[in-house]
Nanobody, 119 residues
Framework: VQLQASGGGLVQAGGSLRLSCAVS????????MGWFRQAPGKEREFVAA????????YYGDSVKGRFTISRDNAKNTVYLQMSSLKAEDTAEYYC?????????????WGQGTQVTVSS
């Protein structure tokens, strides 16, 4: 299973970005998917997760109401729409796949895409 994250970049505070994560080499529709982030000098932080069908979504407290996770099983892709971005959202963002589909453990990770929010 391979994950390819993209869509990061430099954006002003208050702006928006959409991250994408394309998954190949497996059965995407069976996987729960998540987004995580890590800023320099900080621990990795949970951002959002979505169930296999997209019917259930979960968010970290720091992004609730601003970020939206979604997926397109026909395109084997998960998205993270980020709005009202803040300087503290600056981090490397990683997508991850839980191949059990049960939110047990994320066993495949993408390479990360950098998001920088200027204040």
């Amino acid at each position: 299973v391979q994950l390819q994250a993209s869509g990061g970049g430099l954006v002003q505070a208050g702006g928006s970005l959409r991250l994408s994560c394309a998954v190949s080499g497996g059965t995407f529709s069976r996987y729960a998917m998540g987004w995580f982030r890590q800023a320099p000098g900080k621990e990795r932080e949970f951002v959002a997760a979505i169930s296999r069908t997209g019917g259930s979504t979960y968010y970290g407290d720091s992004v609730k109401g601003r970020f939206t996770i979604s997926r397109d099983n026909a395109k084997n892709t998960v998205y993270l729409q980020m709005s009202s971005l803040k300087a503290e959202d600056t981090a490397e963002y990683y997508c991850a796949a839980d191949t059990s589909g049960t939110f047990g453990q994320y066993d495949y990770w993408g390479q990360g895409t950098q998001v920088t929010v200027s204040s």
